[in-house]
Nanobody
Framework: QVHLVESGGGLVQTGGSLRLSCAAS????????MGWFRQAPGKEREFVVA?????????YYADSVKDRFTISRDNAKNTVYLQMNSLKPEDTAVYYC????????????????????WGQGTQVTVSS
């Protein structure tokens, strides 16, 4: 069992920045794939970014956030971060972190049903 707690959401103006954090309860956190997903009102949950520690570590970003968002992880703190810059109104959503205990590679790590543990979500609102 892995318990995840997100924090760092809030209200920001277009062009602003936020950093989300996701703290995990297990020390084996470093062995898993970590992902961030988001869900806007009336829309399906969508992939944002994933990172793995396999094969030296890899990161995969959705095209919509590439070059604006950066994921990082601190394995000593069992925490993964999502730095979000140049925010746009269309980034408004509830953001969820998730852990996959299954192996994945490439954009296979973007599949929602691969992730078996989820946080409660944190709201990000970008005003125009």
């Amino acid at each position: 069992q892995v318990h995840l707690v997100e924090s760092g959401g809030g209200l920001v103006q277009t062009g602003g920045s936020l950093r989300l954090s996701c703290a995990a309860s297990r020390s084996t956190f470093s062995s898993y794939a970590m992902g961030w997903f988001r869900q806007a009102p009336g829309k399906e949950r969508e992939f944002v970014v994933a990172t793995t520690n396999w094969s030296g570590g890899s990161t995969y970003y959705a095209d919509s956030v590439k070059d604006r968002f950066t994921i990082s992880r601190d394995n000593a703190k069992n925490t993964v971060y999502l730095q979000m810059n140049s925010l746009k109104p269309e980034d408004t959503a509830v953001y969820y972190c998730a852990v996959s205990t299954f192996y994945c590679s490439g954009y296979g790590c973007s599949k929602i049903n691969l992730y078996d543990y989820w946080g409660q979500g944190t709201q990000v609102t970008v005003s125009s």
